[in-house]
């Protein structure tokens, strides 16, 4: 009986998948991508005409032993992994190693994709089996190249010009622009003044209704035509003088249609909108719902993959749908033809149905108890959406009534209006969530007639201001990254996370907001790289992308025309100078670093001194504010911190916030580079003793009580029951913790480290050691980041005989008086350079430098 080998990427998938296909099948997983560029230089080689040296790391080299082994007794070969281009690519290195280790031989070759994890969606995938998609392969590899060459040749720029940055990337940065645009339009916004005028009317049947203000003495006004409280006070006074009568009434119907089945990029917005979900959790739970759940005993895929920007539904699905509509809300709510909806990207180059239910009769109701809470939130998301797709649209009558207001100074406009709908449709089951809510008068008008006399109730006449446009949430970032066709669905979420992940962006009531850090990133290549992070740019590269996926391009030919244009643009920086980048840095962040003072005066004068001019400064780890009489005047300044942040105390490192109650030592509140911090003189000590204000404490609510307990620790909880060895509670790089003999826990909230006792203590070191298996072995304390030379992770770690800073193959005991939650990259890079250098030779970093390379 002839034996076949299927490959796809999940474990979840390979069992369910074995299920399905039955005993002559033997389904293995990939894991995942099998192999990638090594992270070094020479993995993409330009003058090999792009030649690309691809590594198979540990547990894929295992994974890879265990196909090859099944292949070599098997007689056909089954590529089933994911139905998008890096499915196709996973695919493609899969067979690209078997055909190395020479497993194949003259075994049959097929590639099969499904878009559903059924039975029926698996075996009719399995009838029509077809070879690698080779132009799909080619973007992808374009894709990886670009980004590997774009990651590898301008990180190094960005360490050199400006410490403390991570990295560049090419969809990343351009991501990073849009926030920072943004963040800029704010900041340079004028609020201007604005008037709205209401009357509040009856009709002749005394039914009260409000009518807003479009014109006065014959020129008509819109909603910000009204500037000044003495312009409304004269059309207040001409209102209240008048008497009221209708003009006319129109009765318009309107149609309102359901919005198509969901995509990834419109999957991601919705739900941000309505579950608060990330861009990245919302994709953790689809991935589950579409490898399925087990229910009633069998495990079924629940929804169709997840990384699609097609709208298209199956003609087995649409029907099942229209009959799913029949049976639950009637045959009035069913239109007599399917909806049809296109795709408006360019080249829908991924899985190309809309994401929808697997079986539309697996309503919510009857799913959730098989699934996690979110799974439920999402699986409801879609079904919904799916059957609302198609069905009948929702009527309402739009009323619009015309005033007019006579017998006062002039003849005034006013206008009411109203909506009602008169056939829910669609809207019976699904109305799509806003970003930023926007009036909409929903109310119903009154029934009124033209010539009808209208009584006046009241007049009110409300001052406003503009607001500056919002920032972004995850869900309109998605939305305007595909508007401009920057990015593609399966990258969306990953390229968030990556702006997250380097601290260029924080989450602040779900708006991202951009820090420092990552505001002096886009300033820099805006001023130096500017092609490279344009919009335009950006969207045309995807758009070959997406002809190479066509077949309509060369993709080495694509390569090459991008790598001669940027590496022209980076060789133009090699003589760049720190004080040019400084100069362009101000001049961009102007607003940002030197915003205006109240009193009017030059935002740039240093506050200590007087006569100094504050500047940005490039310091070992990254930028900070600075005055131009240093070192006579030693007034720094957080990036991103207020005025106020130094006004009381903070900037005028002279004068003390108060004495310590048991020593008398004057305590001082500073400002460094790095933030707030106290500071205290320690009787027979070189250097005083320093406390950093903890995370998300307001610099304006620090007292002498705080910088008292601050200054106090690390406090000492107990001695552990079982080694008799103290237990200390203090503050590091990372928020709150407890340590015992080298043993790090976090702890859950600030104040728990004045409060944990010698239970709570041993209970959550307990339940760390429990989450290692048991095991004493080395866990990672802290990340502190890139090796600002060498490259590759630098790394805090918990060991067996004590903390240590680990890089590469480098490991480097941390002094005894060295706090692990205190060390930073400047002191674990002297650490690890003396371990290198007493061992005679460098760290494993040392000999492949490394560069953060960022990807889509």
Not at 50 to 56: I, S
Not at 462 to 491: C, D, N, W
Not at 523 to 528: K, N, V
Not at 622 to 642: E, H, M, V, W
């Amino acid at each position: 009986m002839p034996s076949n080998v299927v490959i796809v990427e999940s474990p979840a998938k390979a069992k369910t998948i074995n299920k399905y296909l039955g005993p002559d099948y033997t389904v293995l997983a990939s894991y995942g991508h099998v192999r990638d560029l090594p992270s070094k230089e020479g993995s993409v080689d330009p003058d090999s005409d792009f030649a690309m040296r691809w590594d198979v790391d540990s547990k894929s080299q295992k994974r890879m032993r265990e196909i090859t082994e099944a292949v070599k007794d098997a007689d056909r070969i089954i590529l089933a992994t994911d139905p998008d281009r890096e499915g196709e690519a996973i695919s493609w290195h899969v067979l690209e190693i078997l055909k190395n280790r020479k497993a194949l031989k003259d075994k049959a070759v097929q590639r099969v994709v499904f878009n559903a994890i059924t039975k029926n969606a698996v075996t009719e995938a399995m009838a029509h089996p077809r070879d690698i998609d080779a132009p799909l392969v080619d973007a992808y590899l374009a894709r990886r190249a670009l980004d590997y060459l774009v990651g590898f040749t301008l990180s190094p720029v960005l360490w050199r010009k400006l410490p403390g940055a991570r990295s560049a990337g090419r969809v990343q940065s351009v991501a990073l622009r849009l926030v920072c645009d943004r963040e800029r339009e704010i900041e340079l916004f004028k609020p201007q003044e604005y008037w709205t005028i209401l009357a509040g009317l009856k009709t002749p049947s005394g039914t009260p209704f409000e009518a807003r203000l479009t014109g006065f003495d014959g020129q008509k006004l819109g909603r910000l035509d009204v500037h000044t409280e003495a312009e409304a006070m004269r059309i207040k006074t001409a209102l209240e003088a008048s008497t009221f009568a209708v003009t006319s009434v129109e009765a318009k119907p309107q149609k309102r249609h359901p919005r198509p089945p969901f995509t990834t990029s419109t999957l991601q917005q919705e739900a941000s909108r309505k579950y608060g979900f990330s861009a990245s959790r919302t994709m953790q739970v689809a991935q589950r719902l579409y490898e399925g759940t087990s229910i009633g005993g069998e495990t079924v895929g629940l929804i169709t993959y997840m990384r699609t920007d097609g709208l298209e539904i199956a003609p087995e699905a649409l029907a099942q749908t229209r009959r799913a509509i029949t049976s639950n809300f009637g045959d009035d709510y069913l239109p007599e033809k399917p909806r049809v909806y296109k795709s408006k990207a360019k080249n829908a180059q991924e899985a190309h149905e809309a994401i929808r239910p697997t079986d539309l009769f697996r309503d919510p109701g009857s799913v959730s108890k098989f699934l996690e809470p979110d799974q439920a939130k999402l699986y409801d998301l879609i079904w919904k959406r799916t059957i609302a797709s198609q069905m009948e649209s929702a009527l309402v009558e739009r009323t619009t009534a015309d005033i007019v207001a006579t017998g006062g100074e002039a003849p005034v406009a006013l206008r009411a209006t109203g909506s009602v709908v008169q056939f829910d449709g669609f809207l019976k089951l699904y109305q799509e969530g806003r970003d930023d809510e926007e009036d909409e008068d929903s109310r119903r008008l009154p029934a009124m007639a033209k010539d009808d006399q209208l009584a006046r109730e009241r007049i009110d006449a409300s001052q406003h201001f503009t607001e500056p446009p919002p920032r972004y949430t995850e869900a309109t970032l998605v939305k305007k990254m595909e508007e401009l066709g920057i990015g593609r669905p399966s990258t969306y979420a990953a390229t968030i996370q990556t702006l997250r992940d380097r601290d260029y962006i924080e989450v602040d009531k779900r708006r991202l907001v951009p820090q420092g850090k990552g505001r002096l990133v886009i300033a820099f290549l805006e001023s130096f790289f500017a092609r490279y992070v344009e919009y335009d740019f950006t969207a045309a590269l995807e758009e070959q992308l997406d002809r190479i996926s066509a077949g309509d391009l060369d993709w080495r030919q694509v390569l090459r025309d991008f790598w001669r244009d940027f590496t022209g643009a980076v060789e133009g920086t090699s003589d760049l100078r720190v004080a040019q980048v400084l100069d362009a840095l101000n001049e961009m962040l102007r607003e940002h670093v030197f915003p205006p003072r109240e009193d009017g005066s030059d935002p740039r004068q240093c506050p200590k001194c007087g006569d100094g001019q504050l500047s940005l400064k490039l310091g070992k780890f990254g930028a900070f504010i600075g005055c131009s009489n240093y070192p006579d005047c030693r007034y720094t300044k957080q990036l991103g911190a207020t005025d106020g942040d130094t006004a009381e105390g903070i900037g005028d490192n002279d004068t003390p916030i108060g004495q310590h109650p048991d020593t008398g030592t004057d305590i001082f509140f500073k400002s460094g580079r790095f933030g707030p911090y106290f500071e205290m003189a320690v009787e027979g000590e070189a250097k005083p003793k320093r406390a950093g204000l903890p995370k998300g404490v307001d610099p304006g609510s620090a007292n002498l009580a705080l910088a008292i307990k601050l200054l106090s620790l690390p406090r000492d909880v107990g001695l552990h029951p079982e080694t008799g060895k103290p237990i200390q509670a203090n503050f590091g790089r990372y928020g709150p913790y407890i340590v015992h003999d080298g043993t790090f826990a976090n702890l859950d909230s600030p104040d728990e480290v004045f409060t944990v006792g010698l239970n709570r203590a041993v209970t959550v070191l307990a339940e760390k050691a429990n989450s290692r298996g048991g095991r004493s072995g080395p866990s990672a304390l802290a990340e502190l980041g890139e090796h600002p030379t060498l490259g590759g992770p630098v790394k805090v770690m918990s060991g067996r005989y004590g903390p240590y800073v680990n890089h590469g193959r480098i490991n480097a005991t941390l002094p005894k008086d060295l706090d692990p939650a205190a060390v930073t990259m400047e002191r674990a890079v002297e650490l690890i350079a003396a371990k290198a250098e007493k061992k005679g030779g460098k760290s494993k970093g040392g000999r492949r430098k490394k560069a953060a390379v960022a990807t889509d």
